[in-house]
């Protein structure tokens, strides 16, 4: 069983489809818990470790073979939690992605405290992988709002819109998993990247040992 991390009950029939598509028969479990998004938001994602440590330990309980964490704000927490079985962000392969497409990479996301740990990531990874990265962020006016309000669809068509504006970059990071869907909006010949699926293919990955 893959238990996944949310900070939003949005992002469980996203993950629900997409194991639909590529993973039939894996067995996902959701924990939602939309105050760690919060806390870390008004503190720092290093508030919450505690909590995001006994969620692990409570999924792991439950029978995880491995936790997936789709929150990019507090990603990294999880990942150094430490819980028995493997813990990974479902970022860090679009993060990996982005490094090998080029250098510049352009980092849109929705809230401000998302941009710490994304832009580390992707330096992360491209040390990983002997190259260098230049990093640029991007908020996008109003796509939160449009999200916590129950909009998904103006989420994403602020967040295409941002994409569409950016130049002069070789990546597009949609940081959030809130704003993959800009991905099939956006006309910028200047490739996009979003995390849902292939973090949801780590996971399973994770489960079966790989």
Not at 65 to 94: F, K, N
Not at 186 to 197: A, F, G, K, N
């Amino acid at each position: 069983m893959l238990a996944l991390l949310h900070t939003s009950p949005a992002h469980v029939p996203v993950f629900d489809a997409l194991r639909d598509e590529d993973h039939q028969g894996l067995e996902l479990r959701h924990f939602v818990d939309e105050e760690l998004l919060a806390r870390a938001r008004r503190e720092s994602p290093e508030a919450v470790a505690d909590e995001v440590r006994a969620v692990l330990d409570k999924a792991v309980a439950e029978g995880a073979r491995a936790v997936l964490c789709t929150c990019s704000t507090i990603g990294a927490v999880a990942e150094a939690a430490g819980a028995g079985v493997p813990v990974l962000r479902s970022d860090r392969p679009m993060a990996a992605a982005a490094v090998a497409l080029g250098p510049r990479v352009v980092v849109l996301a929705s809230v401000e405290s998302t941009f710490g740990p994304t832009a580390s990531l992707i330096e992360e990874e491209a040390r990983r992988a002997g190259r260098r990265v230049e990093v640029r962020t991007c908020l996008v006016e109003g796509a939160w709002d449009r999200f916590a309000a129950g909009d998904p669809e103006g989420c994403a068509r602020l967040a295409a819109e941002a994409a569409d504006a950016v130049t002069e970059a070789d990546a597009i990071v949609l940081a959030q998993g809130s704003l993959a869907p800009a991905r099939q909006l956006t006309t910028t010949t200047i490739p996009v990247l979003s995390s849902p699926r292939p973090g949801l293919a780590a996971g399973a990955r994770a489960v079966l040992g790989e």
